[in-house]
């Protein structure tokens, strides 16, 4: 496993962005597709974004599509979340994850993910 630590999270108002990253301690970062999900207080870890690093595609979620971008440092072992258009639903616990090194797809079930960050908050005012 891979230790990972999110950061960038904070207050901002409605319509405001904030650029998440997350920091993987291992060389395998650039051969992990990786993920971020986020979690609301009494609702489940829902995803948000994926990217692979293979082929360097991404996948978001409906919810964020448009407004949230991800991407990635492989020479940095650093995955990035920059969210635009913040809105209050956006507020939430942002978590960056990774899969098995070389496992291929994107899955939206936090259960295939083998490493978790510490999370980062986010809050969005009204």
């Known amino acids: 496993q891979v230790h990972l630590e999110e950061s960038g999270g904070g207050l901002v108002q409605t319509g405001g962005s904030l650029r998440l990253s997350c920091l993987a301690s291992?060389?395998?970062?650039?051969?992990?597709?990786m993920a971020w999900f986020r979690q609301a207080p009494g609702k489940e870890r829902d995803f948000i974004s994926a990217?692979?690093?293979?082929?360097?595609?991404?996948y978001y979620s409906d919810s964020v599509k448009g407004r949230f971008t991800i991407s990635r440092d492989n020479a940095k072992n650093t995955l990035y979340l920059q969210m635009n258009g913040l809105q209050p639903e956006d507020t939430a616990v942002y978590y960056c994850a990774a899969l098995r090194a070389l496992r291929s797809g994107f899955y939206d079930s936090p259960d295939e993910y083998i490493s978790w960050g510490q999370g980062t908050q986010v809050t969005v005012s009204s």
């Open positions: 990217s692979a690093w293979a082929s360097g595609a991404t």
């Open positions: 291992a060389s395998t970062f650039g051969k992990s597709n």
